[in-house]
T-cell receptor, first 115, second 116 residues
Framework: KNQVEQSPQSLIILEGKNCTLQ??????????LRWYKQDTGRGPVSLTI?????NTKSNGRYTATLDADTKQSSLHITASQLSDSASYIC??????????????FGTGTQLKVEL | KAGVTQTPRYLIKTRGQQVTLSCSPI?????VSWYQQTPGQGLQFLFE???????NKGNFPGRFSGRQFSNSRSEMNVSTLELGDSALYLC???????????????FGPGTRLTVT
């Protein structure tokens, strides 16, 4: 069964500190992995999209890593800001027979950045 | 360029009623996907429309249906509402047939549906 597990469920850090969010998946056959940021009351915004051949991708202070062998991804946030407070969702796509992809969503990590 | 818009933003319905939600994609985008988001289940994929045709479907009952018009605007309909249908309904647009591909997808702000 395709599953995506994210940890921790929630996290509180001080402004300026770094943090790392984890995503473990059992999706197969793997197509791509995305990290989304969702602010309260708004739709998700894509941070990174990673395919099988990519193991690191950055978007400003956000850096995602992918280890396709261990089926793990992480999202590292550097020098956190209050605006980073949001839910971070990991989504993994699996290729399906006949074309297209099947999506499996993680339940997200709720990050709060405090002064 | 205007983003994805959804109407209405908030809606309250009673059990047994039906509801129609609307989504206007980014100008030029032909793919619209719909998602349900609840605190317990998280984000779940409902279906995707591309050029007026349903291209992909999640595991939801037949009470959930949708359509797409020639101008790419999409509507989602839920009939015989249940309490468990209370959720944030998000739509997302993409310039190409998306279905979990590497193409970028842009989300709207969502419609908050409450069923009483």
């Amino acid at each position: 069964k395709n599953q995506v597990e994210q940890s921790p469920q929630s996290l509180i850090i001080l402004e300026g500190k770094n943090c790392t969010l984890q995503c473990n998946y059992t999706v197969s056959p793997f197509s791509n992995l995305r990290w989304y940021k969702q602010d309260t009351g708004r739709g998700p915004v894509s941070l990174t999209i990673m395919t099988f051949s990519e193991n690191t991708k950055s978007n400003g202070r956000y850096t995602a890593t992918l280890d396709a062998d261990t089926k793990q991804s992480s999202l590292h946030i550097t020098a956190s800001q209050l605006s980073d407070s949001a839910s971070y969702i990991c989504v993994v796509s699996a290729r399906i027979t006949g074309g297209g992809n099947k999506l499996t969503f993680g339940t997200g990590t709720q990050l709060k950045v405090e002064l | 360029k205007a983003g994805v818009t959804q109407t209405p933003r908030y809606l309250i319905k009673t059990r047994g009623q039906q509801v129609t939600l609307s989504c206007s994609p980014i100008s030029g985008h032909r793919s619209v996907s719909w998602y349900q988001q609840t605190p317990g289940q998280g984000l779940q994929f409902l279906f995707e429309y591309f050029s007026e045709t349903q291209r992909n479907k999640g595991n939801f009952p037949g009470r959930f249906s949708g359509r797409q018009f020639s101008n790419s605007r999409s509507e989602m309909n839920v009939s015989t509402l249940e309490l468990g249908d209370s959720a944030l309904y998000l739509c997302a647009s993409s310039s190409q047939h998306w279905s979990g591909s590497n193409h970028e997808q842009y989300f709207g702000p969502g419609t908050r549906l409450t069923v009483t």
